[in-house]
């Protein structure tokens, strides 16, 4: 299988910076914004991202007024 693509990686940077600094709940429409894409590309990203993401979990939380994602460090086996 591949690494993750161009968008892939933006996203899990986005996301990796916002658990380090304490923040674990993620709107697809604000990730959208400051990254410079589409809520819909964010969530097919984020989608194939799940069982992918090695250093973090990934949940789909809630869909309210858009999707919120629920992301945290994995823990270490």
């Known amino acids: 299988m591949s690494g993750p693509n161009d968008n892939q990686t933006k996203i899990l940077s986005y996301l990796k910076k916002g658990v380090i600094r304490g923040k674990h709940f993620f709107k697809s429409k ?4 400051e990254l410079g894409l589409s809520p819909n590309e964010v969530g097919t990203n ?3 991202l799940i069982d ?5 979990v990934i949940e789909k939380w809630s869909y309210s007024h858009g999707t919120t994602w629920r992301v945290y460090t994995a823990k270490k086996a």
């Open 46 to 48: 984020i989608s194939m």
């Open 30 to 33: 604000s990730i959208a914004r």
């Open 52 to 56: 992918n993401a090695d250093d973090i």
